[in-house]
């Protein structure tokens, strides 16, 4: 389960962030930022996961630390697919 | 205390924008002079460490008085009052990311005790106006020694300041996004003027471009990544405290509009007074600005609070410091042009006491200063994924 949302992560980021480097090359915990993604290629990027995996990221969510890795946007899709509650706690 | 500490400071500020800026503004205006006068005596009341915490010495002052110091200062000189707010911008920005860092703590010190003048190099040409994208890179010069060469095609006030705070890549392997701000101090940097500052407005800012060269010790980089510096308080601080500058501004020459048609109304009691009208109108422009400026400041001190920083660092937040920076730099030039449409040939002079040429020439670099285009187009991008209005 684990290791198909991160493969499918990967493939959505292979496809989006405009990386400098194959995103292969690059651990789960890397920054994206860092591989060269620019805002821009972040906004698309968040686009791509939305449609891939039929979600909304609400507006808290949408701050760079929320997408600057394989394993950062493992933990926000996570967090609205498992466990619905908790995001909804904190809406302001 | 702190209330008390920010009325002082406000006391003071607005004695000097009033008793020296407002009497030198032509004259820095017509000589594109840097605006010495002022930043003497706002040195002397101590006023460049208002924003220095009172720990490390300095004045402790909110963000709120600080907005209404660039205010009062922009009603009587926008160069002086556009240093004065660039400098606190740094001053707030190293204040609220030093992270307890040593070097960084001496430094604001140091600042408050000699009242420092600190100037940004955040533009550099091949960026196009992207702040958030370098090319100038540290380089490890010998041990203990970094270097970086930037071309800037503006620094303001930059033959005037004291130091530097300037963006970088973190090294010369990085990606153009991956950036650090290094505080340089006078004897470290080198700025080889580049051209001349010759413009339609901000003439007292004197923001020629330079290369500037600069060796300094590891210490003096600024641990916190740039892109959360710029999300939490660059971006957010430069908007506010520019736009009370340009609602000063704007303030000003709606001013000379009421004091012109009053004048009239004088001469011819009773008689219609087409002016006035047209007065009116400048009115309700002037208000939707002043709301829109008050609303940024309080939303930023909201924002703050509440969810601590991050929530500056959603897209949200993004957009609505953005959407301050548009709406007053679009706003204040509309103003300055309908206060000289109400004056009219008497506003169109150079001189005499309802002139407002120099207000509105000021007011059109709000719309260049960070380009509104740009902007508009972090915005749509934004916009594609961003929830709340």
């Keep these: ?92 | 205390m702190a209330v008390e500490s920010d009325r002082t400071l406000l006391a003071d500020v607005a004695r000097i924008a009033a008793e020296v800026a407002a009497q030198a503004a032509d004259d820095v205006d017509r000589d594109a002079r840097f605006p010495i006068e002022a930043i003497t005596a706002l040195r002397e009341a101590h006023a460049l460490s208002a924003a220095v915490p009172e720990e490390l010495g300095g004045g402790g002052a909110t963000l709120e008085a600080i907005a209404r110091c660039c205010f009062e200062l922009g009603r009587c000189c926008s160069s002086a009052a556009m240093v004065f707010a660039m400098h606190q911008i740094q001053v707030i920005t190293i204040a609220r990311h030093l992270d307890g860092a040593p070097w960084f703590e001496s430094y604001l010190r140091r600042l408050a005790t000699e009242q420092r003048l600190v100037a940004s190099v955040t533009s550099e040409i091949g960026t196009g106006g992207d702040m958030g994208r370098s090319i100038a890179a540290v380089t490890e010069e010998e041990h203990d020694v970094r270097a970086f060469e930037k071309k800037a095609p503006t620094v303001s006030y930059g033959a005037h300041a004291d130091d530097l705070f300037t963006t970088v890549r973190r090294h010369v392997d990085a990606e153009p996004g991956d950036q650090v701000l290094v505080l340089s101090t006078s004897g470290q940097a080198e700025l080889e003027p580049t051209g001349e500052w010759n413009t339609l407005g901000m003439r007292g800012t004197c923001s020629p471009g330079f290369i500037v060269r600069a060796r300094f010790a590891p210490e003096q980089i600024l641990a916190a990544p740039f892109s959360t510096v710029m999300n939490q308080s660059l971006v957010p601080v430069s908007h506010i405290l520019w736009s009370h500058v340009w609602l000063g501004v704007a303030t000003e020459a709606f001013e000379r509009a009421r004091a012109f048609v009053r004048s009239s109304a004088r001469q011819r009691p009773g008689e219609p007074l087409p002016a006035a009208h047209r007065l009116s109108t400048v009115m309700a422009e002037l208000t939707l600005l002043r709301s829109e400026v008050a609303q940024g400041l309080q939303d930023f001190a909201s924002d703050d609070e509440d969810g601590g920083r991050e929530r500056l660092m959603t897209m949200a937040s993004i957009l609505r410091f953005n959407n301050l920076k548009l709406a007053a730099s679009e706003h204040t030039p509309r103003v300055c042009e309908g206060a000289l449409e109400v004056i009219g040939i008497l506003g169109y002079r150079n001189d005499g006491p309802y002139s407002v040429g120099r207000h509105l020439r000021d007011s059109l670099s709000a719309r260049l200063m960070v380009a509104n285009e740009r902007i508009h187009a972090t915005d749509a991008a934004l916009l594609l994924i961003a929830k709340e209005a």
């Design chain 1, 1 to 92: 389960m684990s290791d198909e949302l991160h493969s499918e992560i990967r493939r959505v980021v292979a496809e989006h962030a405009r990386l400098s480097v194959d995103v292969a090359t690059l651990a789960d915990d890397s920054d994206l930022f860092a591989a060269g993604m620019t805002s821009h290629a972040s906004v698309n990027l968040m686009l791509a996961l939305e449609d891939a995996f039929d979600l909304e990221f609400p507006d808290r969510m949408l701050t760079r630390g929320v997408f600057d890795s394989v394993n950062a946007i493992a933990a926000a899709i996570g967090e609205l697919t498992g466990v619905a509650a908790a995001s909804n706690g904190h809406q302001s």
